[in-house]
Each structure stands twice: as C-alpha cells, then as structure tokens.
C-alpha cells in the first residue's frame, strides 16, 4: 500500500513538474500564445468557456462510450469464434489484419455518405477502431489456455461450452482488461476524427472550429479535455481489472536486476 502510494505521489508530481517546465520555458523564450499558449492560459480558457464546452464533452463522451460498447460486444465475438476454433481462426485473422490496416480516416467519408453526417459516423468510427485490440486478445487468451486444463474438464465428461465457460473465458480476462484499456483510448481517437470531418458537436468539431480561428488556447483546452476524459476511464478499467483479475497477478513488485 505504502509503494502504490509512493507511486501515485511520484506519477502527481511529475505531471506538475512537466506542466511548470511547460509554463516556464513558455515565459522565458517567450512564445507567442499563437504557437503554444501558456498552460495557465489553457486553465483559463477551460474556466471562461466551459459552460459552452460541457455539452460538447458530454456529445464526445457519449459518442465514445456507445461506440466503444459496440467495439467490445463485436470484438469478444469474433474473438472467441477465431480462438476455438483454428479453422476461423486461419480464415478470418488475416481480413481482420487487412481491415485493421486500413486508415480510419479513409472510413469516415463511407460513413457519412451511408448515414449522413452527425453523431452515427462518429459512433461507428470508434466501433471500427476499437474492435482489432479486443479480438487479437481475446483470441490469444483463448489459443494460449493451458491444454492440460483442458483434458482434466474432458476426462470428467465436461462439453465443448463448459470447458470454454469454466477455463477458457476466465483464463482470458487478463487479455480481455488489457485490451479494454487499449481500446478506450483508440475509441477517443475514433470519435474525435469523425467529429472533426462530419459533425457540428462534439470535442474534435471545437477544436477544428478553434483551429480556423487561430484560438490555439482553446485547441490546447480541448486537447486537455480528452487526455483527461481517456486518463478517468483508464483508471476505472484498471480499477476493474484489479478487482476481477486480480488472481492473475502473481507478483506486485517489478523485479530488480
């Protein structure tokens, strides 16, 4: 308890060290607010104007967590078809691959011309981008479960759906939460994009209206806004995955060499 503590304070106090580099650096060379405003200019752009931007962060937020929801009902899915079975597995891995290489950028416009523009392409644009992460993990956790696990369920007479309910979907969790918090950030990532080519709400739209107007503080202040919405839901993903995996971790300290 006393080294996660120490750790906490330690990550505080280097994110405070890098914001007064920041504010120094900024006072001492004297860069124009035009390049990089100050982060105290930042604070209070996000204090000035947060009454207009809460429902912005609120559109991103909800467009973020529908797709990301969506990502992870899809990727588990698929994860699990390919991870049982080697024939899927060998059939479907490599399109995935070649899906997942495509730049999510070029999917967008498809979207808006199927949909028009607005929250759905936004929504499907975090579902896109979110859903590979979930399925290599997935099916990793499932292709990696101990085979003699496997034959001990057999020999008691256990089926095909048992054996992957009582081993394979536990032995997964591990992957499944480290996937999570990957696929939260790209989800961010996802919803922002399409806001920033398609819609007229939303955190990306603010910015990309704030960057034609040549308002770099504001810009900054929605940059701050989703690494502090991406940081909160890391922390709560963690949170889950402590409480839910925490049998998988069989040692807290990193080893000293």
């Known amino acids: 308890m006393d080294d996660e503590l120490s750790i906490n304070i330690a990550s505080a106090a280097l994110i405070c060290g890098f914001f007064a580099l920041w504010e120094v650096l900024c006072l001492l060379l004297g860069v124009s607010d035009l390049i990089l405003p100050r982060p105290s200019d930042i604070v209070a752009t996000l204090i000035d104007r947060f009454p207009v931007l809460w429902p912005h962060i609120l559109q991103t937020l ?55 523009s607005g929250t759905t392409p936004a929504i499907l644009t975090a579902m896109v981008i979110c859903v590979f992460p979930i399925v290599v993990n997935i099916a990793t956790g499932l292709a990696t479960t101990e085979p003699e696990l496997e034959d001990v369920l057999k020999s008691l007479g256990a089926s095909r759906r048992q054996i992957l309910w009582n081993v394979g979907l536990p032995r997964t969790m591990p992957y499944f939460f480290a996937s999570l918090k990957v696929a939260i950030t790209l989800s961010f990532v996802g919803a922002v994009l399409s806001e920033t080519v398609a819609s007229n709400r939303g955190i990306g739209n603010v910015m990309m209206s704030a960057s034609s107007n040549f308002d770099v503080s504001l810009v900054f202040a929605g940059l701050m806004i989703l690494a502090a919405l991406g940081v909160a839901l890391y922390v709560v993903f963690s949170m889950l995955e402590r409480r839910v995996t925490g049998w998988a971790t069989r040692k807290n300290d990193f080893a000293v060499t």
């Not at 973020?64 to 699990?80: P, Q, R, S």
């Open 62 to 116: 909800y467009t973020t967590l529908v797709g990301f929801a969506l990502g992870v009902g899809i990727g588990v899915a698929i994860g699990v078809l390919i991870g049982v079975s080697r024939i899927a597995y060998g059939v479907a891995y490599p399109l995935l691959v070649g899906f997942s290489s495509i730049p999510k950028v070029a999917v967008v416009p498809i979207f808006v011309l199927w949909f028009g």
